[in-house]
């Protein structure tokens, strides 16, 4: 089977609740999908351990009892740009740790989805960006557009660039990120996308602030995608 890279139109538009919710549909198809998030800024003490709260869920939702920093390679204590944070740390982001963790965390899965940290051209250094990542490690690409004013740019701008760079763009998840931020016109921009990405739409997914485990918001959220493009 594939491994998947998700993306998004920008931070915070729900590409860890969208991860979530995919590992969640392939496990009701009986696959394990492994989860990873190779870089990660901003951090919290999860009973001793100091953890990012996407990585937090990710794991919770998988259940996976793999390596911790396998799961997440780099984590920065600042919540700011990988590339920021990095340099306050001293630390240089080097894909073949990255590479590395993949291949490990790649043999115990049927498929691992690889999240992004930001947007998909956020910068890893000077020289690198987040686009990297799916290049390295040969991923197709996911990618998760939060439904409110500026979408159809900041999702066509995207999707531009991760075709320039080869990748294989396998579809797309229409999200509400906040709770009554759905935008106007929201079926006819919806319909809109549909129409100029040629990639299918995987599902159109609602806000859910509901306080609940990350697992139940999983599933609940599972429910509304469309995976069978994706167990081809």
């Known amino acids: 089977m594939r491994n998947f890279f ?7 538009v729900g590409k860890t609740f969208v991860t979530c919710a995919l590992i969640e549909a392939f496990a009701t198809r009986g696959f394990r999908a492994m989860p990873m998030k190779p870089i990660a800024a901003g951090t919290m003490n999860m009973n001793g351990v100091v953890i990012n709260a996407d990585v937090a869920a990710l794991r919770e939702v998988s259940g996976t009892q793999a390596s911790l920093a396998d799961i997440n390679p780099y984590c920065f204590a600042e919540p700011i740009a990988p590339h920021l944070a990095a340099q306050h740390e001293s630390v ?21 989805l690889v999240e992004g940290a930001g947007g998909f ?4 250094s000077m020289r690198q960006s987040m686009a990297e990542i799916p290049s390295a490690l040969g991923l197709d690409v996911i990618l998760v557009v939060d439904m409110r004013l500026g979408v159809l740019n900041h999702t066509l701008l995207t999707i531009e660039a991760i075709h320039s760079r080869g990748l294989t763009f396998v579809g797309w998840v229409a999200n ?15 319909a809109t996308l549909e129409r100029l990405i040629t990639a ?10 509901r306080l609940q485990s990350p ?17 081809r």
């Open 6 to 12: 998700i993306t998004g139109t920008d931070t915070d």
């Open 92 to 112: 240089t982001v080097e894909m073949r740790i990255i590479q590395a963790a993949f291949e490990r965390l790649k043999a115990d899965a049927d498929t691992v």
């Open 121 to 124: 051209l956020v910068p890893l």
């Open 176 to 190: 509400t990120a906040k709770a009554g931020a759905a935008m106007l016109a929201f079926d006819e921009n919806r």
């Open 200 to 209: 299918p739409l995987l599902g159109t997914v609602p806000h859910d602030a």
């Open 215 to 231: 697992a139940e918001r999983a599933r609940r959220a599972s429910h509304h995608l469309r995976i069978d493009t994706l167990l």
